[in-house]
């Protein structure tokens, strides 16, 4: 018999699952920190800054304001406990993930292969001397590295042809990440940032894969296979494959959830709280919105980034944050960090459609700590959205 999970509960035992459950802590050290990384499994990477870069908000909004610099030392250390590569797209993950994800690495250098186009067929010598140099300087980013083709030109986004050639190098799993320096990935071939038990670790394709689903398993706590699919961007064949191995095992419940068509899963180890009592700004690359199908699903918001929409057509903002309340997302806000005028700028603030404005007067304490947090003095109110007016009163009480 398949168990009937509700609406509600769906909505509790995700954000359970994705820490929001939690009380914070008092203080925010290194233990926190690898706690959280744990649970959600890795922290998507992104290079817009308006606000805040991504990777810092999901770490803001589960434990609330920590010192950037620690998470810094902690995830992009040379030679530490962390290690970038494409999971859910750019991330940080722990290095004990980085074997799981041997096949990707695979699938990349066959693709090339394949394509007699690819730029790879016709940089055989770059490819060549960028791990050369690599072995005899040490990790260094592109910019550091002097070459004749180390200029930007035509594809991939302009890049130089020794910036194509490491991330080349760098999706086969010919090189690692070495930390980043003002946001810049430094390159290192594997021997020169990971352990060698790491990098002589051969785990077999379908339980790499099971392996991983598992993790989404744990960090979704609830989900279709789809949902599960999404978390480290895998196939539908092979999620549906792991997902069937691990309901035999035990580990996934199959269960049914209301107003969900598809079939889902519940991990045996889930928490389902008589209530969540969140409060947080979210980025969105968190990944309790990432898949914006999934948060369509369980919390009815259906959310699109804007920053590629022209402004005079943009709807809600350039870059919006989801506002989570309690189990509900009840609101975005497009946030600007003046760091120049020590202001945050509101840019437009909204609530939901069947939600109060009266949310303000909880929105306004998130946003001052927001502001607190990234040492600005001054909060603005730009008066664009539902919420605005409501927002800058609340502000103004302070």
């Known amino acids: 018999m398949v168990n009937t ?55 803001f909004a589960r434990l609330g304001a920590y010192d950037k610099a620690a998470l810094d030392a902690l995830t992009f250390a040379r030679g530490g406990d962390y290690v970038e590569y494409w999971a859910h797209e750019a991330a940080v993950i722990p290095v004990e993930t980085w074997p799981l994800l041997r096949w990707r690495m695979q699938h990349y250098r066959d693709k090339h292969v394949a394509d007699l186009s690819a730029w790879a067929h016709a940089n055989g010598p770059m490819i060549d001397w960028l791990k050369a140099e690599l072995a005899e300087k040490g990790p260094m980013p592109a910019s550091a590295i002097e070459h004749d083709a180390n200029k930007r030109s035509g594809p991939w986004w302009g890049w130089s042809d020794v910036k194509i050639g490491l991330e080349v190098l760098f999706r086969w799993g010919e090189l690692a990440s070495a930390g980043r320096t003002r946001f810049e990935r430094n390159y290192a071939l594997p021997e020169q940032v990971l352990p060698a038990s790491v990098i002589e670790k051969s785990v077999p394709r379908a339980e790499a894969q099971r392996e991983l689903v598992r993790h989404a398993a744990v960090a979704h706590g609830i989900g279709t296979a789809g949902d599960f699919a999404d978390y480290f961007r895998m196939g539908r064949a092979d999620t549906m494959a792991a997902v069937q191995s691990l309901a035999e095992e035990g580990v996934l419940l199959p269960v049914s959830v209301e107003g969900w068509k598809q079939p889902a899963w519940l991990h045996r180890d889930a928490r389902v709280p008589r209530r969540v009592e969140a409060a947080a700004l979210l980025s969105p690359f968190d990944p309790v919105v990432w898949d914006r199908k999934r948060a369509e ?44 005028a020590g202001v945050l700028r509101v840019q437009s603030a909204w609530h939901e459609e069947g939600v109060s404005p009266d949310i303000a007067a909880q929105v306004a304490p998130l946003v001052r700590a927001a502001a607190e947090w990234q040492g600005l003095t001054d909060v603005t109110v730009n008066d664009w959205g539902t919420l605005a007016l409501p927002l800058a009163a609340e502000l103004a009480r302070a």
């Open 5 to 59: 999970v509700s609406a509600a509960s769906s909505r509790r035992i995700a954000l359970a699952a994705q820490g929001f459950a939690r009380p914070r802590p008092a203080a925010v050290g290194k233990r926190q920190l690898n706690a959280l990384i744990g649970r959600i499994g890795l922290l998507q990477l992104d290079s817009v800054n308006v606000f805040e870069r991504s990777h810092y908000l999901p770490v």
């Open 297 to 340: 699903r369980l919390f009815g918001f259906h959310y699109r980034i804007e920053i590629y929409t022209p402004a005079p057509q943009r709807v809600f903002g350039y870059y919006s944050l989801p506002i989570l309340l309690g189990e509900r997302v009840v609101g975005r806000i497009d946030l600007k960090n003046d760091r120049q």
